[in-house]
């Protein structure tokens, strides 16, 4: 009879120590590490408008907006992820490396992390406190969902709004607050 081989899992702190040198951003989620897929141009595009789009609202106040590279670490959940947007209001740890009590978190869905965006993610996400908004915008199509917390933040209830073609969504994070709609988020994308 063979042996069952036990995996070791990876502490948090050995993924953070490690990330650093990896070859590819990877995410981490109970011990594990999954490396993240290559970004289209389309993508990158989406999520540096997204980035142009509300980092003015940011001038002047003490919010921190971040785009691919900082990680969002959610120790609840032993995850740690790459969020495409993330901003963050004065109340974070402001770890080198990560961030973990963001207003709001954006995913540029693709066909191979949509589905980890959208319920995976989202089971992690929602329960963040500092956590208003998440905005899930299509890479391959013009489309997009806006999740906005009732109430305060300690509120369950969270509403879903998809933005039609004259939609505009203003986002309030404390002192931040930027209107987005679809002609601004898929500018130069081809979309």
Sequence with gaps: MGMAVKRELLSVTDYLAGEEFAPRKREYRAGEVYPMPDSSARHNRITLNLYAAIDAATRGTTFEL?????????????????????????????????????????EVLSPSTAGIDEREKWRHYRGIPSLRYYLLIDSEKRHARIRSREGDKDSEGWLEQTLDEDDIVTLTCGPVSASLCLDDIYERSGL
């Design 66 to 106: 971040f785009v691919l590279d900082v990680k969002l670490l959610l120790s609840a959940h032993q995850a740690i992820y790459y969020p495409d947007v993330m901003l963050v209001g004065p109340g974070d740890d402001n770890h080198p490396l990560y961030r973990t009590s963001p207003c709001l978190i954006v």
